[in-house]
T-cell receptor
Framework: EAGVAQSPRYKIIEKRQSVAFWCNPI?????LYWYQQILGQGPKLLIQ????????DSQLPKDRFSAERLKGVDSTLKIQPAKLEDSAVYLC???????????????FGPGTRLTVT | GESVGLHLPTLSVQEGDNSIINCAYS??????FIWYKQESGKGPQFIID?????DKRQGQRVTVLLNKTVKHLSLQIAATQPGDSAVYFC??????????FGSGTRLQVQP
């Protein structure tokens, strides 16, 4: 079974520039997550999708971050304009969803390491 | 590769010894817990999970213990190997929400 795919793996941009990350979840996983992981910390949720709908985006800085999952499969996360404090690893994860609400483990991609200079 | 966590608490063990990594979680309503292993340059890798109706769950060389009274989770690794060296995160979940991760512990296995 193929894992969660992310691209690019690394990105270096200057502040105020824009950047986009792409994620393709595991086939059949309806739930997709974007996390931000700052060096030395655990991942922090940015946004959660169920199919093509947003479940939770309460921690997404909406003035500069946006995400979409138009067809309920792959997803893009965009930052515009980037700030120095956005330097982090951006992780995408997916999980199977049960109609009964049972939670299943999340599988993570390798992440995109963003450096803002 | 760049280190996942430069200022994390570190547990150093000898190869072949057992390791115990502890985690305090925050939400008494959390009903699902996972331990992840993260190596440098990689995403978190699932190790083992446990639901709140259980106190203990065993996998291959790993055991997770859950104490809901004091909101404490532990990961025990038997016969620790050099390949176990990584940063370990506990994570908690409530309902269908996303995971809330702890701050992580670095495990160093000395040959």
């Amino acid at each position: 079974e193929a894992g969660v795919a992310q691209s690019p793996r690394y990105k270096i941009i200057e502040k105020r520039q824009s950047v986009a990350f792409w994620c393709n979840p595991i086939s059949g996983h309806a739930t997709l997550y974007w996390y931000q992981q700052i060096l030395g910390q655990g991942p922090k949720l940015l946004i959660q999708f169920q199919n093509n709908g947003v479940v939770d985006d309460s921690q997404l800085p909406k003035d500069r971050f946006s995400a979409e999952r138009l067809k309920g499969v792959d997803s893009t996360l965009k930052i515009q304009p980037a700030k120095l404090e956005d330097s982090a690893v951006y992780l995408c994860a997916s999980s199977f969803s049960s109609r009964t609400g049972t939670t299943y483990e999340q599988y993570f991609g390798p992440g995109t390491r963003l450096t803002v200079t | 590769g760049e280190s996942v966590g430069l200022h994390l608490p570190t547990l150093s063990v000898q190869e072949g010894d057992n390791s115990i990594i502890n985690c305090a979680y925050s939400n008494s309503a959390s009903d699902y817990f996972i331990w992840y292993k993260q190596e440098s340059g990689k995403g978190p890798q699932f190790i083992i999970d446990i639901r709140s109706n259980m106190d203990k769950r065993q996998g291959q060389r790993v055991t997770v213990l859950l104490n809901k009274t004091v909101k404490h989770l532990s990961l025990q690794i038997a016969a620790t190997q050099p390949g176990d060296s990584a940063v370990y995160f506990c994570a908690e979940n409530t309902g269908r929400r996303a995971l809330t991760f702890g701050s992580g512990t670095r495990l160093q296995v000395q040959p």
